[in-house]
């Protein structure tokens, strides 16, 4: 069954909670956070992407970066824009985006569960992601970034937590730049903060990553029982039936070779392949959308082309077997450097601005991964391809940070 626990969080007080929530730091690279930062000494993005505060020849890996990250989380407690609450407590988030609504809890999860499995993975890693996690995490002594993690709804679950949004006043209330809406409420009762732990003690027998893998995994790296805390790390949980998962696209660098015509004569031997007007935005499973060349293609995988176990079947498995190793030679898209990847959230329009501009070749478009799709892989014990979910809208670093030593 599922340990989580109350916490005492670090957060803004309720004057400057807009001026310091940020977008999480894997969303942004530096110069965005720079402009996005421009102006806001409060801005939480000082302490997740403290690079923007140095010369710009200083490496988003140095140890002065993270050592400026401290130095920042401290001067934001000085002069008194961060506060700690003085007992443990949970906290409901609601986030508001294009009218639909998303509630979570934010607890601590237990770094024991995520050791035996009872949280539940779906992705590798990146070593070089996950060592800048762990060296931040030491260095600032401080858990800056939620896991996004999912459980089977349980009904005595929700109908406490939406019963105290409906009795209690949200501690923040604001609407961000982009639209979105956050809404977080203290759980200060004690029998309230009791109830909740027993029900994931009783009810939740495990839970599961949606996203960040890279934090929880680092979280797991950092325990230490010299280092107070560390046996826990900041999640936020919610329901399944909360949750949208929305497309993670891919940008290829080149063709592997190939001339345009002989790969779209290529992609006929396993896709029914035919031209479009308009940008392509898959419809159904195992369809695809393809930016080349200043046109738009869509693709449709014959019947027999892919495996129907829970990974095989999935869109990103089907395109990583029979187009990006098949074709165009990526065997590991964890470390290969001719592609990348895009959030759904950035639409159509990003991808054909990758190819447009000569710095990409290609690009294809996805039909999102489900909820059920993504607990079943994880129940099996496998893994996706890489960067195979994006969901939105994303938590706000800063309201809620959890101090570890």
Request: aromatic share 10%.
């Given at each position: ?9 670090l ?17 942004l690279?530096s110069e965005?956070?720079?402009?996005e ?21 200083v ?12 130095e ?42 995520y ?10 890693t ?23 993690l ?39 009762d ?26 929880a ?25 909360e ?13 592997n ?16 392949v ?17 930016y ?11 019947p ?22 098949k ?10 450097k ?34 059920e ?6 129940d099996?014990?496998n893994?996706?391809p ?20």
């Open positions: 069954m599922s340990l989580i626990a109350p916490f005492r969080a957060r803004p007080v309720p004057a400057l909670a807009s001026q310091v929530a940020s977008r999480p730091y894997d969303v690279n965005e956070a720079r402009q930062a421009a102006g806001n000494p409060n801005s939480f993005l000082h302490v997740t992407k403290s690079e923007i505060d140095l010369p710009g020849d490496h988003v890996y140095s140890k002065l970066v993270y050592e400026k990250a401290a920042n989380l401290k001067q934001l407690e000085k002069d008194g824009v961060l506060v700690r609450d003085d007992k443990p407590h949970y906290y409901i988030y609601r986030l508001i985006m294009d009218g639909r609504s998303q509630t979570g809890l934010v607890c601590v999860s237990s770094v024991d569960d050791n035996k499995d009872l949280i539940k993975k779906h992705e590798f990146r070593p070089e992601k996950e060592q800048d996690r762990i060296d931040h995490m030491k260095t600032i002594k401080a858990q800056t970034g939620n896991v996004f999912a459980y089977n709804n349980v009904a005595e679950l929700d109908k406490l937590i939406n019963d105290w949004k409906a009795a209690k006043e949200p501690v923040y209330d604001f609407v961000a730049d982009d639209g979105i809406s956050h809404t977080i409420w203290v759980v200060d004690q029998e309230t903060v009791e109830k909740i732990t027993n029900l994931f003690g009783t009810k939740v027998p495990v839970t599961y990553i949606a996203d960040g893998h890279h934090r995994a680092s979280a797991s790296k950092v325990f230490s029982k010299d280092l107070e805390g560390s046996d826990f790390f900041l999640t936020t949980v919610f329901p399944a039936s949750l949208k998962i929305l497309d993670y696209n891919r940008v290829v660098r080149d063709l070779g190939l001339t345009a015509e002989t790969f779209l004569e290529s992609l006929k031997k396993d896709f029914d035919s031209s479009s007007i308009e940008p392509v935005k898959p419809a159904e499973l195992h369809e695809f959308g393809l080349l060349e200043g046109k738009w293609y869509r693709l449709k995988a014959r027999g082309t892919f495996a129907t176990d829970p990974v095989g079947v999935l869109d990103v498995s089907i395109l990583s077997a029979n187009v990006l190793d074709l165009l030679g990526i065997k590991d898209q964890r470390t290969d001719r592609i990348d990847f895009v959030g759904g959230i950035r639409g159509l329009g990003e991808l054909e601005k990758r190819v447009n501009s000569g710095e990409m070749k290609l690009a294809f478009s996805f039909y999102p991964v489900s909820i799709q993504l607990f079943a892989i994880a099996s014990g893994v996706m890489p960067k195979s979910t994006w969901f939105e809208p994303k938590l706000r670093d800063g309201l809620l940070t959890n101090l570890i030593g």
